[in-house]
T-cell receptor
Framework: ETGVTQSPTHLIKTRGQQVTLRCSSQ?????VSWYQQALGQGPQFIFQ???????GRGNFPPRFSGLQFPNYSSELNVNALELDDSALYLC??????????FGAGTRLSVL | GIQVEQSPPDLILQEGANSTLRCNFS?????LQWFHQNPWGQLINLFY???GTKQNGRLSATTVATERYSLLYISSSQTTDSGVYFC???????????FGSGTQLTVLP
């Protein structure tokens, strides 16, 4: 049990729709990162938030956006969904730029 | 960016056997973590080990930072050890963990 919770656990959307995924960080952790894991691959970094500011971004288009709230919970928003966005989305929280703790993920299917 | 390679990609063992999983990385690292991903997708922290050796029950890990590799040892494997094992690193000023492609471990009863 990492103390990082994600919702929803599963989600089905159609191409072109928008989706919001949520993450509640472990208590005391001010940094949250989001990763996308396609089937059969390792997780790929999307972006990181530190004290409500984006603090780093991977190779993902602008239609992937995020927010971090004062209580350090976070949202990942994806606009104009594409079939290739079908994946497991993982949130990780950390007390600093070191060890990261992951939630159980949200499995998104885009039809 | 840094490259992370894991071997072997797949490993099948009988219960009770020992195994060694390897992680090679292409640059110096500030952080290295080993994870076990269970069938439901949860990434479980096994070790935070940028250098040195650590042990936790039947699992142990060694990172030789100067030679840019890490090893995960699983002794007396059990069926519950099945799943995908990932190595992930932080390097330089990067904000993210860079993951290897994983080792799929199957332990047969």
């Amino acid at each position: 049990e990492t103390g990082v919770t994600q919702s929803p656990t599963h989600l089905i959307k159609t191409r072109g729709q928008q989706v919001t995924l949520r993450c509640s960080s472990q208590s005391g952790h001010n940094t949250v990162s989001w990763y996308q894991q396609a089937l059969g691959q390792g997780p790929q970094f999307i972006f990181q938030y530190y004290r409500e500011e984006e603090n780093g971004r991977g190779n993902f288009p602008p239609r992937f956006s995020g927010l971090q709230f004062p209580n350090y919970s976070s949202e990942l928003n994806v606009n104009a969904l594409e079939l290739d966005d079908s994946a497991l989305y993982l949130c990780a929280s950390s007390p600093g730029p070191t060890i990261q703790y992951f939630g159980a993920g949200t499995r998104l299917s885009v039809l | 960016g840094i490259q992370v390679e894991q071997s072997p990609p797949d490993l099948i063992l009988q219960e009770g056997a020992n195994s060694t999983l390897r992680c090679n990385f292409s640059d110096s690292v500030n952080n290295l973590q080993w994870f076990h991903q269970n069938p439901w997708g949860q990434l479980i922290n096994l070790f935070y080990i940028p250098s040195g050796t650590k042990q936790n029950g039947r699992l142990s890990a060694t990172t030789v930072a100067t030679e840019r590799y890490s090893l995960l040892y699983i002794s007396s494997s059990q069926t519950t050890d099945s799943g995908v094992y990932f190595c992930a690193v932080f390097s330089g000023s990067a904000r993210q963990l860079t993951f290897g492609s994983g080792t799929q471990l199957t332990v047969l009863p």
